[in-house]
């Protein structure tokens, strides 16, 4: 298999098994380019990407853009803070403005959930889903399995705990759609108040005790508490919230087990997790970051059909 079964990257949902392990493999390609001492390949030579984030970004905007550099796209940038959105431009008005200018593929963030396949019913150019809301951020989740996949060497059979705000996460929801497809066991666990009302309904087990959620696991997915989308409180005071499911070095040693630490970022040291356990040798975080660029170089060049 060469070839994705999707025109666009809206969500992992819509991957079978097979396309999420042609990116995966594509992406250990990537990475051996990027570690060589000349990182650049024409892959995507005379394709134009945009990237359009209507809401703040820091890893996966420069990871995207520095993977579109990387296979030699000429790559704009759209940041809708500075943009003609704030005069009251929409969505599609904006976009095909951009696609007016001969643009190939569009990578977006958007704070709405739905945004990119409401986009993807009314342009022609291939879109990335780069986080939409409180829905899905497939990118990350590709790459979540990627750094899995390199630090235990498999992920079927792998028991993998999301802690944190689950209800509030498009990276829990695509990551419980990427490892489930790939064979893996997923348990969430947070306050009943952040776990979203279906959470049964999409396969995972369901814990509120971290202690017992880190027992359990070989790999902790430490979540950010997401202030920015939450519009009542969840819990009485984020002092309470560490108390009960932040991860500190005292809890991660008096585990039966050394378990993998992950976690998407922008970090909250000391609330969801330490410092001395974000920095620590159990965690892969920073090679997250590294492998996003080789996973999105992946999913870029396999939209593109250049495979
Ligand atoms: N993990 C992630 O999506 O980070 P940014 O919001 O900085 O892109």
């Given at each position: 298999m060469t070839n994705l079964s999707t025109k666009h990257l809206l969500g992992i949902k819509d991957l079978t098994a097979d396309d999420i392990n042609l990116i995966l493999n594509t992406a250990e390609n990537f990475k051996e380019v990027i570690n060589r001492?000349?990182?650049?390949?024409?892959?995507?030579?005379?394709i134009t990407i945009a990237n359009l984030f209507f809401e703040n970004s820091t890893r996966t905007k420069l990871s995207f853009e520095l993977a579109e550099k990387r296979l030699s796209a000429d790559v704009i940038n759209f940041a809708a803070s500075s943009s003609s959105v704030k005069k009251g431009e929409t969505l599609i008005d904006t976009v095909n403005n951009i696609l007016a200018m001969k643009v190939d593929m569009v990578v977006m963030r958007h704070p709405n959930p739905g945004a990119a396949v409401f986009l993807s019913k009314h342009i022609d150019a291939k879109i990335v889903n780069a986080g939409d809301g409180a829905h899905e951020h497939p990118t990350q989740a590709l790459l979540d399995a990627f750094s899995i996949k390199e630090k235990l060497?498999?992920?079927?059979g792998k028991k993998i705990a999301i802690i944190g705000d689950?209800?509030?996460s498009r990276v829990a929801l695509s990551n419980i759609f990427c490892l489930q497809k790939l064979g893996a066991e997923v348990m969430v666990c947070g306050p009943t108040t952040l776990?979203?009302?279906?959470?049964h309904s999409l396969g995972v087990k369901v814990e509120h005790d971290l202690k017992k959620a880190l027992e359990w696991c070989d790999v902790a997915n430490m979540l950010r508490i997401q202030l920015e989308r939450q519009?009542?409180?969840?819990?009485?005071?984020l002092r309470e919230y560490t108390m009960l499911f932040g991860l500190n070095k005292e809890l991660l040693d008096s585990l039966t087990k050394k378990i993998v630490i992950m976690h998407p970022g922008p970090i909250n040291r000391g609330v969801e997790i330490t410092s001395d356990v974000a920095d620590?040798?159990?965690?892969i975080i920073l090679d997250q970051v590294e492998n996003g660029v080789a996973v999105r170089m992946a999913v870029l060049f396999l939209l593109a059909g250049r495979a």
């Open positions: 001492s000349i990182k650049k390949v024409p892959s995507l030579r005379d060497g498999s992920i079927k689950i209800l509030h776990m979203p009302k279906y959470i519009d009542i409180k969840y819990f009485p005071s620590s040798d159990q965690s």
